[in-house]
């Protein structure tokens, strides 16, 4: 999808990431002041994403064998808590679409159940005056009977 294409999508895209970045940059606080946070939540993603990172760039480069240096604590703790507020952001973004999607299908569903009711309003409708027609076009029959059944008057 080409954000540049949608200009609404484009805009709850930076509303959403203007919203979380106060949340990234608490947890980056939260990192530097917490020992637990930085050893068990920060470093352990940056280091795998730094690991993959650097395991793809070698790869590409041609050095197949080669063994990765592992960043250092700062680094780490930096570049986790980074990515941690970045997942935060798009895990906020996506809970937004499923939101507005549960909305717009919840809008068909109510649209389509009043378009149901007005079809089945206007049959009802069909069939009453069906009935009326039938019962009119059996009185004219009646009366048309009746109307040659009297006799002509003699002169």
């Known amino acids: 999808m080409v954000v540049g294409a949608f200009p609404i999508a484009k805009l709850l895209y930076l ?39 650097m395991r793809t760039k070698m790869r590409i480069m041609g050095f197949r064998g080669s063994t990765i240096k592992p960043l250092n604590e700062d680094a780490a703790a930096e570049l986790g808590a980074e990515l941690l507020g970045e997942a935060i952001i798009f895990l906020i973004g996506g809970g937004c679409m499923v939101l507005e999607y549960s909305r717009q299908a919840a809008n068909s569903r109510r649209k389509e ?32 009977r009746l109307i040659l059944a009297i006799p002509a008057p003699s002169k």
Request: proline share 4%; glycine share 4%; hydrophobic share 40%.
């Open 15 to 53: 509303g959403v990431k203007q919203m979380g970045k106060p949340l990234a940059n608490r947890i980056k606080a939260g990192a530097v002041r917490s020992e637990f946070f930085k050893n068990y939540i920060c470093l352990p993603p940056a280091q795998f994403y730094h690991w993959i990172e």
């Open 113 to 144: 159940d009043e378009l149901n009711e007005t079809i089945m309003s206007l049959q009802t409708q069909l069939a009453e005056l069906q009935l009326t027609t039938e019962t009119l076009d059996a009185r004219l029959r009646e009366h048309n």
